[in-house]
């Protein structure tokens, strides 16, 4: 996933935290028993800066797992001048001792089946092996449910979300990977907001243990040749220069790493390569939190999904039932925009950030401002149509049976219902013009949330106009497809448990300030 907040101010803190564990300063020691399988790895090693509520500077770090801890032998880890503020060191949301006796119920009867499983001197039939492995992989399945039990997370809402909660929203109820929670990114977060602290900025690295060897490094080599507490006979990858050749440990500051495709347009996805490395002080590369596991807690923990962000804009992926902008009432505040102005403060410099809406159905991409300018520029292209915009969506029956085309281009005319808010009717006089153009991608089986199977229709939309509603209106009016996307509470039917089956999955714009054309993708969830 894309990095949530800007890595210059925290990166620097990890340049003083790898330089403290080279000289001894701060180690990191085993905690719990050793995972043998993990034994060799090194572990990430994050920073998040804040500001406490009176305006003053918050360090945290924190490695990430449950089985080490960084730990100064000091007392207090000293600072340089340009490493201002107080500095605490995160811990395990979850000890490892808490795990193993969450997993220690179970433990022996799984050894146990296994052992079974495993014997081959056990004259037994394909059927009972069957049955043994079923029922260790129920024993392995509760193990792993009480584990997730233990883990809670403190947002930035002020609630405290468990796990399981947090994957109903964000992950389909599906259980996440083992050592969700574990990663360096939530653990910061969790402590921040439990002590009401604003991030400002993340930076995460991994930082590797190898056995005691000559290390290539730039043009020559480097002997790696210091004692550690983590095991014994063990070094730390840790250089003065920098992967790039040069010896980069005067550089000012760290430059956000740019990700982008060859040529002169940057493309963005929900899911990209890791960037670059920055010339900082060691050679580990600053990593983004990770998909499998952060990409599951950080938008629950955070508010928002956040695809790409710099210094002007913000590009996020909206859910489906949650308002673009405030509504009127107490209880339709809860939006896009004011939980972007919550993350991220007095950085937005405008009341109304978000550059264009989706319907609280839709989901998918949504951009915001954090400066007038940009907010203006971007205004400008949308009203020059120097915007495109690429949507999916799931029609509730078959279109080429329809006698609908493969590919087209429709203009319907709409206004408002003003009887019957906020629908919107065909009007051929009064109505404004909607150009829609379509390509039919396939038909396929739809799993309605009852459990029951219909065929249903795969179209791509690009809309050439921004009329409200364009979308749904092309599909369910008479004058356009006749056949509506399928949870459409407006111009369709929704079951329980469903959703409108409409995503922006894709923007092309020229960037306010850069002037590069931006290509940012997000795929949907169904």
């Not at 719990?32 to 790895?41: G, V």
């Not at 000091?74 to 001048?81: A, H, V």
Request: charged letters at 25%.
């Amino acid at each position: 996933m894309f990095p949530p907040f800007p890595q210059e101010k925290a990166a620097k803190i990890l340049e003083k935290l790898i330089f403290s564990l080279q000289t001894g300063e701060i180690e990191l020691v085993q905690v719990a028993r050793p995972s043998e399988e993990r034994k060799n790895q090194g572990v990430m090693l994050g920073a998040l800066v804040c500001k406490d509520k009176n305006g003053e500077i918050v360090n945290l770090v924190t490695n990430s797992g449950n089985a080490k801890k960084l730990k100064v032998e000091s007392g207090k880890w000293k600072t340089e001048n340009d490493f201002f503020g107080e500095v605490v060191f995160v811990g395990a949301i979850v000890s490892a001792e808490e795990i193993e006796d969450a997993l220690s119920e179970n433990d022996k009867e799984i050894h146990e089946l296994t052992e079974q499983i495993n014997n081959e001197q056990l004259a037994i039939s394909s059927e009972q092996l069957k049955e043994l492995r079923k029922q260790r992989e129920k024993l392995c399945s509760l193990s792993l449910e009480k584990v997730h039990d233990l883990y809670k997370f403190h947002c930035i809402d002020g609630k405290i979300r468990s796990l399981k909660e947090i994957c109903e929203m964000y992950n389909g109820g599906k259980l996440p990977p083992t050592g969700t929670g574990d990663c360096c990114a939530p653990k910061l977060l969790d402590y921040a907001f439990s002590h009401e602290l604003m991030p400002i900025s993340l930076a995460e690295l991994q930082y590797d243990f190898f056995a005691k060897e000559n290390v290539p490094h730039g043009g020559g080599e480097k002997t790696v040749d210091r004692e550690n507490s983590l095991s014994e006979g063990q070094g730390i990858l840790v250089t003065t220069g920098c992967r790039c050749g040069n010896d980069c440990s005067t550089a000012e500051g760290v430059p956000l790493a740019v990700w982008s495709d060859s040529g002169s347009a940057e493309s963005v996805t929900a899911k990209p390569d890791r960037p670059t490395a920055p010339c900082t002080l060691h050679t580990a590369n600053l990593i983004p939190p990770c998909d499998e596991r952060c990409g599951i807690l950080l938008p629950a923990m955070l508010g928002l999904r956040i695809l790409y962000q710099d210094e002007a804009i913000c590009v996020v992926n909206k859910q489906s039932g949650l308002l673009s902008v405030p509504g009127r009432g107490e209880d339709k505040q809860d939006c896009i925009e004011s939980r972007f102005r919550r993350l991220f403060g007095d950085k937005v410099e405008i009341k109304q950030p978000a550059v264009h809406r989706l319907d609280m159905e839709t989901s998918g991409i949504m951009i915001l401002s954090f400066t007038k300018e940009a907010h203006r520029e971007l205004n400008r292209q949308f009203e020059a149509k120097e915007i495109q915009k690429e949507y999916i969506a799931l029609l509730d029956g078959v279109l080429p049976k329809m006698g609908i085309a493969q590919h087209g281009t429709m203009e319907l005319f709409f206004r408002l219902d003003v009887d019957n808010r906020p629908h919107q009717i065909w009007d051929s006089e009064n109505g404004k013009s909607a150009v829609t153009e379509w390509e039919i991608l396939g038909v396929e089986r739809y799993h309605a949330p009852d459990g029951s199977t219909r065929n249903a229709t795969r179209v791509l939309f690009m809309p050439h106009t921004g009329r409200t509603h364009q979308l749904r209106l092309a599909s369910s009016d008479s004058h356009g497809f006749g056949c509506p996307i399928i949870g459409d509470t407006l111009y369709g039917h929704c079951d329980e448990g469903e959703r409108l089956m409409l995503h922006a999955k894709k923007i092309s714009f020229t960037h306010p300030i850069t002037g590069k054309r931006m290509i940012i993708e997000c795929e949907s969830e169904f």
